[in-house]
């Protein structure tokens, strides 16, 4: 409750931080917020390529660049939060070693860059679904309960990986890597159906594969084993867990490194 209660009280640092990151990430560039979609883009044309018409990859009723654009929309609001939260502290080290506030309120304003691409995927994604006549699944409800859970799922990585990115540099390097191989064990360019059965269960033990699986299950209204939620959602609980306490415990001491 202290958290949220300073949270709360160090609100307007929290904007003031995530505008100000979204003024460096855009400044003096020609395309702007047209370099959110085109990323997406390109790995969606390679999915494409590689899972639709090499590999014959089904996804049912649901067309595949639907299929795949949903997954990317899910997967960039994780990996925004992992790779730009990681680095968090050490972005803002000129703000930490002058003023007292809880960092994780820098962590917090990336979370709301991630969102806001987050909503620019998620209304391109509604436009194929125009395109292709898609319904909207009444799931859509529930969107706001999975959206959460990518939020616990990328800080269990990202505040772990920021405490000990600030004493070993290298780590934030290592870390972009990890996520390019991440993306390849994560339902994001294929359903997690194709995985055999009896592997069901080791595969969701990849926490975000429960979160991409659950975003599809809103938007698109896909059918999904809910039991193999159980232990993708439990590891990233405890996982998140242990990741806070870590957290706040070396967070005072961090300035010490920067």
């Not at 020609?30 to 089904?58: D, H, N, R, T, V």
């Not at 899910?74 to 003023?99: C, D, M, P, R, Y």
């Not at 405490?163 to 339902?187: A, E, H, S």
């Not at 659950?214 to 590891?235: H, N, Q, V």
Request: with cysteine; hydrophobic share 55%; net charge positive.
């Amino acid at each position: 409750m202290k958290t949220l209660k300073d949270i709360y009280q160090y609100r307007e640092l929290l904007l003031s931080t995530a505008l100000r990151s979204l003024k460096i990430r855009f400044a003096r560039t020609l395309l702007g917020l047209l370099w959110i979609i085109l990323q997406p883009l390109l790995y969606l044309a390679i999915f494409i390529l590689l899972f639709q018409q090499f590999l014959k990859i089904e996804t049912g009723a649901v067309p595949y660049p639907l299929f795949a654009l949903t997954g990317m929309a899910a997967w960039n609001f994780f990996s925004f939060q992992v790779l730009h939260g990681s680095a968090a502290l050490i972005e803002f080290q000129s703000i930490i070693t002058k003023i007292y506030f809880p960092k994780i309120i820098l962590h917090l304003s990336k979370t709301i860059i991630a969102t806001v691409d987050f909503i620019i995927l998620l209304f391109f994604c509604f436009i194929l679904m125009v395109w292709y006549d898609a319904p909207l699944s009444i799931r859509l409800i529930f969107l706001p309960l999975f959206f959460t859970i990518g939020i616990f799922t990328a800080l269990t990585i990202s505040l772990t990986v920021s405490i000990l990115t600030v004493r070993f540099r290298d780590l934030q390097l290592m870390l972009q890597y990890f996520l390019n191989l991440f993306l390849w064990i994560t339902p994001v360019a294929y359903p997690s159906t194709i995985i055999p059965e009896n592997w069901q269960w080791l595969y969701f033990c990849n926490p975000v594969a429960g979160f991409v699986d659950g975003i599809r299950w809103c938007i698109l209204g896909m059918e999904t084993e809910w039991i193999y939620f159980i232990p993708s959602f439990m590891i990233t609980f405890l996982l998140f867990l242990g990741s806070f306490y870590y957290f706040r415990k070396n967070e005072i001491e961090i300035t010490d490194y920067i």
